[in-house]
Every structure is written in structure tokens, then in C-alpha cells.
């Protein structure tokens, strides 16, 4: 986590001839400590989370690392079944990666038949994780409320509205 702080920090200073290199170390300290982690105590659902989450927060960084962060959730997840926290990370991390594509698509550095079928498949991906964990904890009003978002940016508006009803009375 801190070598991840650390990484934002270089991201948001201005560009300069060092910052590639120093980006890059920081990339690679945070996999290599997340990994030698899971190299020395595999049989740690922590671990494997912790890896998951590493490679979740390089997903606007580096292409394909959501592969890598749903095998590292689903390893954790096979040592911890009843754990909802993992499905629901999974689902983070698939919304995580929709955002990513709106972005690159706003920006136009890609069209949108590039974009809406990868963000299609994201968006069913972490559907079907908040899903997961909301029915290992059905009162889970995080991954309700972010099962609300996935609906919402799938434009299914009353699906979106009825997971909100779910969890408003915790807010009355």
C-alpha cells in the first residue's frame, strides 16, 4: 500500500526525464513485494487479496493487469469460499475497469465500437460479482449499493433504483 501511495504521488508530480523510471520501480516493487507474499505463505487468502488489489490500482496503468487481479481474488477466494469481501473486490475491479474504458473513450483514444462491447463485458463481469457477494451476505451495502451502480451504467434505471431501496433505510 505505501509503495502504491508512492506511485500517485510521482503520477500527480510534472513530468520529468527521471519520473519514467521512477514509476516503473514503483510498479514493480509493489508486484514483486504483493508476490513474494503469496511465494512465501500461499496458503494466505490475505495474501492473494493483497495481490489482487495491487494489480487493481495498475489497471490504468498497464493492459491486461485485470486478468491477473481476478486470478490473484479468485486464489484467495479458493481459500477463503465464504469470504464476500473477495467477489465483491472482484467487482471493483471490473467497475474499476469500465471507468477506465469511459475514460479512454471521452478522450478519444479510442471509438466506440473499440469500447462498448469490452465494456459490456465488464460491466456483466461485475454484475455477476456484487451478485456473488451479496448472496454470501445478503446485507452487504457496499457491493448492493455498487451492484446499483453496474445497473445504472447499464442503463437498467429501476434495477439501479430497487438495490438504492435495499439499503436507504440504513441511512433513515
Known amino acids: 500500500q505505501n ?27 509493489a ?15 490475505v495474501n492473494w ?3 489482487g488489489f495491487v494489480y487493481r490500482n495498475l489497471i490504468s496503468l498497464i493492459d491486461g493487469v485485470d486478468k491477473l487481479s481476478e486470478d490473484s481474488y479468485n ?19 471490473y467497475l474499476n475497469k469500465f471507468n477506465v474504458l469511459s475514460q479512454l473513450l471521452a ?7 473499440q469500447i462498448n462491447a469490452a465494456a459490456e463485458n ?3 463481469k461485475a454484475e455477476k460479482s456484487f451478485k456473488r457477494s451479496t448472496e454470501l ?11 446499483g451502480v453496474v445497473y445504472d451504467r447499464q442503463g437498467k434505471v429501476n434495477e439501479a433504483i430497487k438495490q438504492l431501496e435495499k439499503i436507504a433505510p440504513a441511512f433513515c
Do not use: H, M, W
Open 75 to 93: 486464489k484467495g477466494s479458493e481459500l477463503r469460499p465464504g469470504d464476500p469481501n473477495i467477489p465483491y473486490q472482484i467487482g471493483l475491479l
Open 49 to 51: 487479496t493483497n495481490l
Open 137 to 147: 451476505s445478503p446485507n452487504f451495502g457496499l457491493a448492493i449499493y455498487n451492484l
Open 107 to 113: 478522450s478519444g483514444r479510442a471509438n466506440a465500437a
Open 3 to 29: 509503495i502504491l501511495d508512492l506511485l500517485q504521488l510521482e503520477i500527480n508530480k510534472s513530468a520529468n526525464p527521471e519520473q519514467v523510471t521512477r514509476l516503473q520501480n514503483y510498479i514493480s516493487s
Open 31 to 45: 508486484i514483486g513485494f504483493a508476490r513474494q507474499a503469496t511465494e512465501i505463505t500461499p496458503r494466505d487468502a
Open 122 to 124: 465488464t460491466l456483466s
